[in-house]
């Protein structure tokens, strides 16, 4: 049965609502990055540019790098965007927009996120990089869907028993990020571990300015966990929604963290534009490698 136009919305030129893409427009390795102009600083790399487009905070450039095709997105910021970006990628590649059917054989992207992130690990220092091996949902988005078959049900328990995790608010949903692109991206100086995903940066995270928070105590609650050497290394806002539509929809997913802050120690990156510039040609000669 066709989907309805309600449910999937095309612009007149016949492209996806929020994007602005047409199939043709994109590559199977995506990057990922929050702010619209960190777009061009990762396309700046590249031999040439094939198409670009902007609608809001989603701005799109397509190009080679070393040969490869890549297409480099702006997802703004939070797990709802990634809603957004994720739903209309899949459907971009999946479901044929003339038959508004889903396609027999159905095609997986590579999505690699390059972004900001602050450590919630002393050892985690300032100025390095982090490899998500998983993502702790902390923010209910991933409820609207069924996860049954890509949660960690243990990792979850045992959080939600260690943060003595409120029951008013969504259950904590833990998933693995690709193991695939672990390996492709992984190096000797590279940390990894436990991502945790906020659903907002004030509150959610811990930070105080005029309205009190529910638990005052999370972050360092978070700082301790362990269960079975798996700590939470890092706190940011995208990886837990990327991980797990990824996985619900049978993609490849990893996210690179340049650690600009340290929570714990309450340090910040003196230079975070060179600490990301080198994430970023960090990740395109790994990803052309």
Request: overall charge negative.
């Amino acid at each position: 049965m066709p989907i309805k136009e309600s449910e999937l919305i095309l612009n007149s030129d016949g492209s996806i609502y929020h994007l602005n893409l047409k199939p043709e427009n994109i590559s199977n390795t995506i990057i990922f990055v929050g702010d619209q102009d960190r777009v061009s600083k990762v396309t700046s790399h590249f031999d040439s540019i094939e198409f670009e487009t902007q609608k809001r905070e989603f701005k799109t450039q397509t190009g080679h790098y070393k040969g490869k095709r890549i297409t480099v997105i702006s997802t703004g910021i939070g797990p709802d965007n990634i809603d957004i970006v994720l739903n209309e990628l899949d459907a971009l590649v999946n479901i044929d927009f003339k038959t508004r059917k889903i396609k027999d054989t159905l095609n997986s992207l590579n999505i690699i996120r390059i972004g900001t992130s602050g450590a919630l690990q002393e050892e985690v220092n300032i100025d390095s990089f982090l490899i998500s091996t998983h993502a702790l949902d902390m923010n209910g988005m991933l409820h609207a869907y069924k996860t049954d078959t890509i949660r960690t049900p243990k990792l979850e328990e045992a959080f939600i028993q260690q943060t003595n995790w409120h029951k008013g608010k969504a259950n904590p949903i833990i998933v693995k990020g690709s193991s695939t692109l672990q390996k492709l991206f992984e190096g000797d100086h590279i940390h990894k571990g436990l991502t945790a995903t906020a659903g907002g940066f004030y509150g959610p995270q811990g930070r105080v300015l005029r309205l009190a928070i529910q638990d005052p105590e999370l972050n360092s609650k978070m700082d301790t966990f362990n269960f079975n050497g798996v700590k939470i290394t890092n706190l940011e806002m995208e990886t837990s929604a990327i991980y797990g539509l990824s996985s619900l929809l049978g993609h490849q997913a990893i996210s690179l963290n340049a650690i600009i802050a340290n929570r714990v120690l309450g340090t910040f990156s003196k230079d975070s534009n060179t600490l990301i510039e080198n994430l970023i040609t960090y990740a395109l000669n790994k990803i052309t490698d």
